[in-house]
Nanobody, 119 residues
Framework: QVQLVESGGGLVQAGGSLRLSCAASGRTFSSYVMGWFRQAPGKEREFVVGIARSGGSTSYADSVKGRFTISRDNAKNTVYLQMNSLKPEDTAVYYC????????????WGQGTQVTVSS
């Protein structure tokens, strides 16, 4: 099992940047596929980006391609989400998630961090 704690959210103007971090507990962080999801008010939670265990492969939602970058540091048990050129529609609670390679869905979730983009 892994516990996840997000940080780095906040209020930013449109066009600005934020970097989210997700710190994971345990010694097996590198065995988990990691992802970021978000949930805006009144909407369902949606996938933002995922990263393979080694960090060598990533997958982005079309809405954030070219603006967001995911990375991970397995030595620090941390995954990052660099968000640039933020838009008001990026406003949401952002969640970090983890899953084992063989799992069909993400199994472990953080508590979320609020990102608000003002126009």
């Amino acid at each position: 099992q892994v516990q996840l704690v997000e940080s780095g959210g906040g209020l930013v103007q449109a066009g600005g940047s934020l970097r989210l971090s997700c710190a994971a507990s345990g010694r097996t962080f590198s065995s988990y596929v990691m992802g970021w999801f978000r949930q805006a008010p009144g909407k369902e939670r949606e996938f933002v980006v995922g990263i393979a265990r080694s960090g060598g492969s990533t997958s982005y939602a079309d809405s954030v391609k070219g603006r967001f970058t995911i990375s991970r540091d397995n030595a620090k048990n941390t995954v990052y989400l660099q968000m640039n050129s933020l838009k008001p529609e990026d406003t949401a609670v952002y969640y970090c998630a983890a899953r084992r390679l063989e799992a069909r869905s993400y199994e472990f979730w953080g508590q979320g961090t609020q990102v608000t983009v003002s126009s």
